[in-house]
Each structure stands twice: as C-alpha cells, then as structure tokens.
C-alpha cells in the first residue's frame, strides 16, 4: 500500500464492497475524479469470496489516496463495513458510497461548502436514482421536493419530512468528530441499517443543511429474471428486521420525547414500508402470510388512531384486514391499492352507505374504516369501471393457452339478464405497435362475479415481430348490453410456473424466438415475454444483442434518439408558441372565422355558448370552431369544427380568426394580431377581490405582473352586468372604460325570460326529466364555492349532514347538489332520490331555470340566480374563517345578501321549514339586489353582441 500523505483529508468516503468485483472500480473512480481533490477513498470489503478485496488493493496500489480493509468474516449487512471505515478514516468529515453507486462529480466540494459555511454536523443532497436497464435512460430524483433550495435547520423537528423519507445514508455528508462525538455507528447484522443511522444522526445533528446539488447516483436494476414481481421482501426475516428497525427509532423517539415525529413516521410506514410487502402478498403462501400478519400486528396495533387520518381510505381498509388476516377480503384490497382505478371488490350496501365488505360490520370500527361511499363506486356505469379480473385456471399446450378468470360485479353493476360478449387482447408493450384479439367462448354470471374461459390458439395466430416486441400484456373486454368494459388480468398465488411450453413463430422467425413465458407484471397483471428455447434461437438473440451494441447500431440509436427528440421538439410548448408567432406573422387572416372557448376549453356553455347559439339562430355565414380539452369532445355541437386545446389546429385557427370568444382566458403565452377582435364575456361578477386586487398579484415580481397585464390587454371588449363590475373587476384588470360592454351577460338571457315568461323553461324541463327529478315538488339548488387551504383546493365535504338533510326535508322538496368546478362530490345511496348531484352538468343555466331557491355561500352564481327573483339563503357557516383566509372581498355579504343569511346546519334547516314564504318575503329585495348589480342583464345581451359585431350578414363591426 503506498505511503499515506501528511496531510488531513477534507472528506473520507468510505466505498462498501461484497462480491461486486466488476463495478467497484467504477464507484471509487467516481471518488477520484471529484473535482475538490483532497478527498481520501477507504474500500471496507464485506470478506468477498470473488476477488473484490484483490480489486480493491490493486486500486489502492495505483493511488495514494486509496486504502483498502477486510473485515475477516462477512458481517451479512452493510452497517459494519461502513463502522470499520469510520474507524480508520483521517477525513474531517465522512461520506459513504456502494460499490454499484457512482458520486456526482461536484459532490464532495458542494458538501463540503455547505457543511463549512453553514457549520452543519450533517449534510444532505439530492439523490438520483438511475435505472441502468431502462432503454430510455430513465432517472429519477430521490423526494425533490425536500432539496428544491439551500435550508438550513437547527433541529428535524423543524422539517419531519426528511426524516421520516429520506433515510438513505449515502446521500450525506456527516462531521467525523460530530460521529465520533454522538457515538452514530450503523447497527450490526440486520438489514435497513440506514433507516436507524439516519434517524440516530438527525435527532443528534445540532444543525443540518439541505442542498439542491445531486450529490449521488442510486444506480438501480429493475428488470428480473425471475417471474415473481417480489425479490427479498418475500423473505419473512425481511420483514422482521425492517420492524425491528423501526422499534429501535422508536425507542430513541420515546427517548427523547419526539411524540410529533414519531406520528410522522408511524403515517409513512402505514402508506410506504407496509405497502410494500403488501403488494407480494397475493403472491406468497398462507404460512407467509400468517407470520407477516402476527409481525404486523404487533408493531402497528399500537399506533395512535392519528396515525390513520391522512391515508387513503384503501390504505385504511388492508391495515385493518390485514389485523383481522381476512385474506378474502384483504387480496382484492391490494389490488386496488396497487392499481388505485381499479374496484376490486363485489360490495356491499348498508343503510344507504357502501362498504368494501359485508364481513366485520358488527364492529363501529370496522363500519367507519371500510365505508368506501366517498370513492364514488356506486355511481360509476360499467363502462367507466376498472373491474378486477382474477384468473382463477391457467394451463398451457403447444398450441396455446387455456386460461379462465372472474370479473367482479360491485353492486351488481352487471344485471343478471344482460348480454354478455368478451374478447382477449393481446398487445405490445411498447405502444404503436401491434395488437392481437381472441374471442372467449364462455361468459356467464356465477355468484358474485362474471366468470369467462377461453382457449386461445396462439401458436397458430400469435404473429408478434420478434425483437422489438418482447413483453406482451393482456386485456379483456367485457361486452355488457353492448357497453364495453376493459380489465387486465390479475394474477397471484395462479401458478405460472412450470405450465406448459407455449410455442411461437415471429414474423422474423423463429430463430429470434420460439416460446411465450408467462408473468406477472409490476401491478400483479398476466403479461408475456418471448423466450428463445432452441440453441438457433439463443445463438440468433446472442448475435444479434451484440450487434446492438457495435459501434454502427450505437450510431444508429443515437440518430433514432435524435429523431424522437426532435419529434418531442415539435410538440413541445415552447416550439409551439414560437411556431404560432410565426403564424401570425405569414398567414393571413380568415375572415369570418370565430374562435369560441367556454372554461378553458372544457364545457360548451356559458356566454360563449348564448353568443353561438345566436349567429345560428339568424343563421349568419361564419365560419365557427370551437376548442376542447382532455382526450374528446362532449356535448359539443355537431355542426361546428372541433380543435383540441394546444392543438396545432387550435393555434393556427387562433393565429388567423377574426374573432376570438371566451369567457375565462386564451393561453396567456399566445399574442393576438391586431386584426383579431377579442371578445371576453368573463363568467361572474365579484364577491372576493379579483385580479390586481389579489393580494398574492401585488407582491408579485414587475415582470410577472407585466406579462399579467399583457395577457390582460388583449382584450378588445369585456362584458360586464352591471356598475358593480365596472367598480371592481374592470380596474382590478385595469380595463379601460371605452373596452367594457354594458350589455349583460349572454348566458343570463335565458334567466330573464324565464322570470318574464313565468313558466318552466324547456331546457329545465328536459334536464329533470333526464334526471328523474319530480315537478310537482319545489326544487332547491345548493351550489357553494370551493374552499382553500395552504394555497391547495380543499376536498369538499358537506358543512351539514346530507342524510338529515334528506330525511327532513326529503318528501318537501328535491335538493339538487352543484359543487365548484374545482371540486366534486358523491352522494351516499341513503340520499338517492331526494338529493341529486348536478355538479357535473356542463352548463348551469338549465340548473337554475329548475331550481326554484338557491342555498349558496360566497359563490358569485347568486348574481345570476337573483334574476329568476326566486328566494335564496346565504349558508355562511364559516364566514370569519373565509374572509380572513381568503383574499378578500368587495362589499360586507351580511349587509347586502338578498336573502336570510345562516351559520349553522340548525338555522339553515329552520330557514328551509319556512320556504314557501320566503319568496314575498325576499321579493322587494332581490329586485333591489339586481338592480345594484346586475342591471344591464335585460334579456338581450347575446342580440346585442351579434348586432354591433357580426349585423346582419356578418360583416358590421
């Protein structure tokens, strides 16, 4: 070994090595070449049996700044080899390194920096984990969100988040007297060695400092040869240690009083260390299973019932089947855990509330934790089910496959009398390529599933290419009365293994392959891979992967990078707005061409909808396009051209219309020509502080706010309702007064004819017809804004108890329920009938036509509601909370609502024993409330519009 130099070494990285002779070069290397220099590498071999030590005293022979141990029996973890080098390390500060890692090339000096500027014990950075046998490169970031700038902290119990999520060791840079000192060592002889160390160094570190360097790279080997989903958690003794781990952080919690950290990391062992043995689960014995379930017990029996508020509902159910080791109900569980769409189980409806399963339902507890009714499964129709599908036989032959499986049917969802079709596909993985359909011979209802069988003759009509499409995966699709319903395939303790001998013949022949290996996927899915059997097929494979790997396929796949990140160019934002500007400049405009958009695309509705209707009511020669988000168009009319939002045919027709039409906002990043005349419509006059009166807007950046305002200032015209809009939303955007229509809102023309005509508006008619809503009850509308809380949407959740709601007030009236866009809401199967969701009715002008009062909050739909003159109630139960929280308002709602103004469930069903008066009560007040901010909506906005800018023959301005 050659001499050691005199001086200290900044950093001591101690690279951990157990027969990994092939790579441990690379990772010390990557030690090497950091760019601070005075950096020292001490190989600690685990006792390898292949040569690694060998390999580590050549390394340390061709430099001075390595030096190589051996422990003289292997200690079975990596704790004990990264004590040994802390031992001898000179460094004064340590960092660790594996064998099959590599550092970052700035890693050392980044942490380093830190660590003395800072004066922190301990030092973390970003980890990346890089999937080395992920054709595309795959890398991903280790919990970015904890490392997106410099932080500082003077204790974890400042930032829970790292401690309880990123307990790798590796990812740090830690004081070596700081070590010394705490007396940290890794413990011996046990796996998840890290979670301990972590843990132990945080709660000692006097100060701790995050970076947003990547200092590591995780190198990770995701594809196995195995076809299990599993690899060691299907070790039981796995499973023990990573318990007996967290029992030991546990103590030192206890130790030093860290109730609230220990509630951290009991919720993140619930949703990430459980979930993962879970997910094997279906795939390991019963005697497995019974001990995983008794290890389990014991540890999590114990937690705090806080520990459960944060996970999901299907988080909360398999901890509790698990308890109870309800395998029947705990296995569908999983699945749906796994793949969170998928319904996985038949169940079961109790006193108007859905349940996961009909077993356990004695115990209160198991009531509130397996009630699924929020999940909304029982509104869903079979063709928007996701249903398990779980083999139940599979056997093979030459010739092909024998397989049979049991669709579930939750609620019965899949009547008895229905018509019953299935087909098998088989498609590529890799998309675009080709895809195979089989028919299934039998499908038929058997208790509580729908069970199918198929034999399926693969050798003769399975024609897969041979190369670049090695993994198959397999659908059904269900035919239920014609409605379509698509499932994959679950497997779990279905033996594949060892079934049969599957031959195929490729286009390519079969001397690139000659078998179809079944598997399961990563989501417990049956999949298939194509195997070479036969030595010709071996040789060809052999042959041909190397040529992959020759110096012309290595060119070749560049240029076919090149070509795919070239297409991915094209389609990117920033080339699309760049392409669009352009279009602006070079092509003409297309007179009598009109843009309309309603809600970013999303509905047909609103003004944009009223001014539409109007062009083809006079049947005016223009050429309409309407835009469209998510994945198809519906309920758009089917005379009009549709483009799909951020389309290139959405920014070429934008780029040439002579009129654009909207009522929330065109992409802000998209200029419009001076030629093009922009009609806003806007969507509600204000309660809540808008635009530059938001708070958050004025403390914005000036070039934020200037490129606001731009966007802004390419309205031509803005509709307003009323001079309420034009003291508070006109200068809050800063739109001048010769810009703003006084001509009411289009949408809102209905509403006053309907109030003038006195009778049930048709559209109203056909909307409760479609919806089973009686007539000869009064009909009442709850439609509240949505709420926020740390600048996140809050989920919404009813401020009174809906089934009350019902049982009171059900055989009165019908409560119609229309939740903010931002939020949704489902109805429990108790309130059926008497309470309907209309939340996700496109458009709600035929919502307020049927209701005949309104129940809302701060919600500006009491500007449009007010003139139907129908009564409304102003549900304000958290008024204070909202006002404080929010960013304000324009005028006091106590003082100014048109109508009885409650804070409680109790007042506000009082206020609702009283309905049938409440009308004359309110009636001098609502006309009031319209004429102070809504008067220039007179029924003929739409007619107005149409005259000034499209006339008779479309061509006034």
Partial sequence: MSQQPDTTPDISVVVIVYNDAARLPT???????????????IIADDCSTDGSFEVAQQLAARSDRVRAIQLPENSGGCGEPRNQGIAVARGRYVMFLDSDDTLELNACRNMLDAAESTGADLVSGLCLRVHTDSRNGKKVKWYPWLYRETRTFDSVAEIPDLMVFDTLSTNKCYRREFLLESGLTFPKGIHYEDLLFSAQAYLAASRITLIPNTVYHWNVVEKAAAKSISNRRHEINNFADRVEIHRRIDRVLDEMGQTELKLHKD??????????????????????????????????????????????????LCAYLLLQEDWKNLTPAIDTLINPRKISSPLAERDGRVYWCEEHLDDPLARKILDVTDLGYHTRPVQRMWLRNQVTSYAENPAGIKVSGAVVNPLGVIPPGAELKAELEFRARRRSLQKFRFPVQSVQHEGETVAWQATVPLAAKFRPLGIVDEVWDVRLYLSVDGVQ?????????????DAGVVRVRPRLGRMTADRLVPHASAKGHLAFRLAQHGTLAQRTTTLVRRNLQSPPAAMAKKMARKVVKARKDLHSGPRKIETYHRMIRLLPVRKGTVVFESHLGKQYSDSPRAIYEE???????????WSYAGERPTGFPDDVELVRRWSWPYLRALAQAEFWIDNQGFPLKLSKRPETTYIQTWHGSALKRMGFDEPKYRIKPEHE????????????????????DERTLAPAYRITEDRLLRTGYPRNDALVRARDAGTLDPAARELAERLGIRLDRPVVLYAPTFREQNGKVKKFEFPFDVDEFADRFGDRFTLLVRTHYLNNVTLPPSVAGRVVNVS???????????????????????????????????????????????????????????????????????????????????????????????EYDRGDAAAQIVDRFFGNRGDAR
């Fill in 27 to 41: 990772a010390v290397q990557s030690v090497l070449d950091q760019t601070l220099r005075n950096v020292e590498v």
């Fill in 267 to 316: 919720r993140k062992f619930l949703k990430h260390d459980l979930v993962l043995y879970l997910r094997d689960l279906p795939f390991l014995d019963d005697d497995y299973r019974h001990r995983f379930a008794e290890l389990a017990r014991g540890y999590i029996q114990g937690f705090s019932p806080e520990a459960y508020e944060e996970l999901s509902p299907v988080h909360r």
């Fill in 485 to 497: 319903a698509t499932s994959r395939l679950t497997v779990g303790q279905t033996a594949l293994e």
């Fill in 615 to 625: 062009l083809r009511r006079r049947n005016l020669p223009f050429h309409v396009i």
């Fill in 705 to 724: 706010q200037r490129a606001y305002q731009e966007a802004i200032d390419r309205f031509d015209y803005f509709v307003v309702r009323g001079r309420h």
């Fill in 840 to 934: 996700g009715e496109p458009d709600i002008t035929p919502v307020l036509l049927l209701a005949d009062a309104l129940i809302t909050d701060y919600s500006s739909v009491m500007f449009d509601y007010a003139l139907l003159q129908r009564p409304m109630v102003f549900f304000t139960y958290d008024w204070e909370e909202y006002v404080d929280n929010s960013r304000g308002t324009y005028f006091d709602l106590s003082q100014e609502a048109p109508g009885p103004v409650v804070h409680t469930a109790e007042d506000l069903f009082g206020v609702l024993e009283g309905l049938d008066t409440l009308a004359s009560e309110q009636e001098a007040r609502l006309k009031e409330f319209v004429a102070q901010y809504g």
